[in-house]
């Protein structure tokens, strides 16, 4: 018999998980914790009841009283439930994914599952979904959030980086690095800059900064809309002592 349209807001199934802590029945570990004051091990659940015919049994894919499908997808470790999405079991992450999986490889020094495209394409942060993201300070590695992962290689939500970019921060927030492609911007800057003199009491002053997107130290002039790293062009910059009349 086909898995019926039932579940939670989380996950589509037709079973309820008994929470190996305290005993009780919900349809998802996140609704248990929602309304308990501890979190439920999904690893450790060992029976379910049927949610059309009330029976408890071990975890399983199919009802052993009635044969419905408790979910189209079924992981025997993690005890996932839920329609197809082609998710998949990352044995090296510990938890499953939603796939499909050949669109994604594992990053052993990162340990986490990465889009394919990523794959020899980005920095490796060693453990850096094993960190909350910075954003929000919540869960990444087992969020049902994706990440973004940014040029630097620090992690976000997906749409904690959404959010951050109708914000117009542009910033990891972590190591200050650029979070994209910032060469139109700075174009843009340096037009503004062209039309904007400085004072003439401020038109020869020079200033040491540090670039956040290369880490260089340089002397540049002055300028209250901003100051451009010598070596990579960047606007990134942080002052790093005060000006310096010529």
């Known amino acids: 018999m086909a898995a019926s349209e039932s579940g939670c807001d989380h996950y589509v199934r037709s079973c309820l998980l008994k929470a190996p802590c305290c005993g009780k029945f919900y349809v998802c570990r996140l609704c248990h914790d929602a309304e308990e004051n501890h979190q439920m091990d999904r690893f450790q659940v060992e029976e379910v009841k049927c949610s059309m015919c009330n029976t408890v049994q071990k975890a399983q894919q199919t009802c052993e009283e009635c044969s419905v499908t408790f979910g189209d997808y079924y992981c025997d470790v993690c005890h996932l439930f839920d329609k197809d999405r082609k998710q998949y079991h990352c044995q090296p992450c510990g938890i499953c994914r939603i796939g499909p999986r050949e669109r994604y490889f594992h990053c052993t020094k990162c340990?986490?599952?990465?889009?394919?495209?990523?794959?020899?394409?980005?920095?490796c942060v060693e453990n850096v979904s094993r960190q909350n993201c910075p954003v929000c300070m919540e869960d990444i590695h087992t969020s049902r959030i994706g990440a973004h992962v940014l040029p630097c290689g620090h992690l976000l939500h997906k749409t904690c980086f959404e959010d951050m970019r109708k914000t117009g921060a542009y910033r990891c927030p972590l190591c200050m690095r650029s979070a994209w492609n910032m060469e139109g911007c700075w174009e843009d800057m340096d037009k503004d800059i062209s039309q904007t003199p400085m004072p003439s009491e401020y038109q020869d002053s020079t200033v040491k900064i540090i670039c956040n997107d290369c880490q260089s130290h340089c002397t540049v002039p002055f300028h209250v809309l901003g100051m451009k790293c010598s070596n990579c062009g960047s606007y990134n910059t942080a002052q790093d002592g005060g000006l310096e009349p010529n």
């Open 111 to 123: 340990n986490l599952c990465l889009v394919s495209d990523l794959q020899g394409n980005h920095k």
